[in-house]
């Protein structure tokens, strides 16, 4: 499992977002968490602006499919996408994880609802 660290621009944007990452079953959950500030540098200019994180919950396997649909969706010509796997998660959630963003190949024949 990772824990995914991306932020936007609006607590509308990182919603919108992660629904729909969610309906695609890329990820099992997001907790969003406005009132980030960020300060960075970029095309030469220091910024200091106001920020909503995400952290999105997918398992190992999924990321790759997670990175290039979240670079598709991500409003941010250079989006923040940094995957951290936890040291230690209970192994209950963990599973949740898995089950709720199924590969294609393991999705077929599952139609059971998922927790959401």
């Not at 959950?29 to 200019?45: D, Q, T």
Request: glycine share 6%; with cysteine.
């Amino acid at each position: 499992m990772y824990l995914v660290f991306s932020t936007f621009p609006t607590e509308e944007k990182a919603t919108e977002i992660s629904r729909q990452l969610v309906a695609e079953r890329l990820i099992a959950c997001a907790s969003i968490l406005p009132g980030v500030r960020s300060v960075y540098r970029w095309e030469g200019a220091v910024h200091n602006e106001s920020e909503v994180l995400a952290i999105l919950k997918c398992p190992s396997r999924g990321f790759p499919a997670l990175q290039k649909r979240l670079r598709e969706l991500h409003p941010y010509d250079l989006p923040e996408i940094v995957a951290v796997k936890p040291g230690a998660a209970l192994p209950d959630y963990v599973a949740w994880v898995r089950e709720s963003c199924p590969t294609k190949s393991s999705a077929r024949g599952s139609r059971g609802a998922t927790q959401a």
